[in-house]
């Protein structure tokens, strides 16, 4: 009697929405309690994100009764990888454009300070960059979350999957059926 396969991007897709929540907490705590947005702390991010994905693909591996290919775990991971990218990305735009649109002024200001600090450029120019940081720091925001999650997603992935692989021994009791 043959089970029915796990289906991976069920798993992978509720480990990633459990990693969007871990990430709105995250920024909020971070936006409140840490003063300096360019501090080192913010990638502590990646702590729950590399634990979901090997959740991800441990759930996956007891769903299928223990075993797991590589590519199977690797499909998982990566599935939830992508789609955490895709859920953060919503996330990040809808929090900079919308929930907390100072965070943007904030980036938009430091990068003028840091562009009159290193000189050569006028102040046209600096206001132009300015604005264009103002107006489309949600969308490469977005972006960027999405490829940086794919990004660590596919070599944390590789990683999960090759530590849980456990692959189900050939079962020679079992009557195979004849070649013609």
Same mark, same amino acid.
């Given at each position: 009697?043959?089970?029915?396969?796990? =289906?991976?991007?069920?798993?992978?897709?509720?480990?990633?929405?459990? =990693?969007?929540?871990?990430g709105i907490?995250?920024?909020?705590?971070?936006?409140?309690?840490?003063p300096d947005?360019?501090?080192?702390?913010?990638?502590?991010?990646?702590?729950?994100?590399?634990?979901?994905?090997?959740?991800?693909?441990?759930?996956?591996?007891?769903?299928?009764?223990g075993y797991?290919?590589?590519?199977?775990?690797?499909?998982?991971?990566?599935?939830?990888?992508?789609?955490?990218?895709?859920?953060?990305?919503?996330?990040?735009?809808?929090?900079?454009?919308?929930?907390?649109?100072?965070?943007?002024?904030?980036?938009?200001?430091?990068?003028?300070?840091?562009?009159?600090?290193?000189?050569?450029?006028?102040?046209?120019?600096?206001?132009?960059?300015?604005?264009?940081?103002?107006?489309?720091?949600?969308?490469?925001?977005?972006?960027?979350?999405?490829?940086?999650?794919?990004?660590?997603?596919?070599?944390?992935?590789?990683?999960?999957?090759?530590?849980?692989? =456990?692959?189900?021994?050939?079962?020679?009791?079992?009557?195979?059926?004849?070649?013609?």
């Open positions: 009697m043959t089970t029915a396969k796990p =289906n991976p991007t069920k798993v992978a897709t509720k480990w990633a929405m459990i =990693n969007l929540l871990a907490v995250l920024t909020y705590v971070f936006q409140y309690l840490v947005s360019n501090s080192p702390i913010r990638y502590l991010t990646l702590i729950p994100f590399i634990a979901f994905l090997f959740l991800t693909q441990k759930e996956f591996k007891e769903q299928n009764e797991l290919t590589f590519g199977e775990g690797f499909s998982a991971g990566f599935r939830f990888a992508i789609f955490a990218g895709l859920l953060s990305a919503v996330f990040i735009y809808i929090y900079l454009a919308i929930l907390s649109p100072d965070v943007m002024v904030k980036a938009a200001e430091q990068a003028r300070a840091q562009l009159e600090a290193k000189g050569g450029m006028s102040s046209d120019q600096i206001d132009n960059a300015v604005s264009m940081t103002k107006k489309l720091g949600p969308v490469f925001g977005a972006f960027g979350a999405a490829i940086f999650d794919a990004v660590i997603g596919l070599v944390v992935a590789l990683v999960g999957a090759s530590i849980l692989k =456990n692959i189900k021994p050939v079962d020679l009791s079992e009557p195979s059926e004849p070649t013609v």
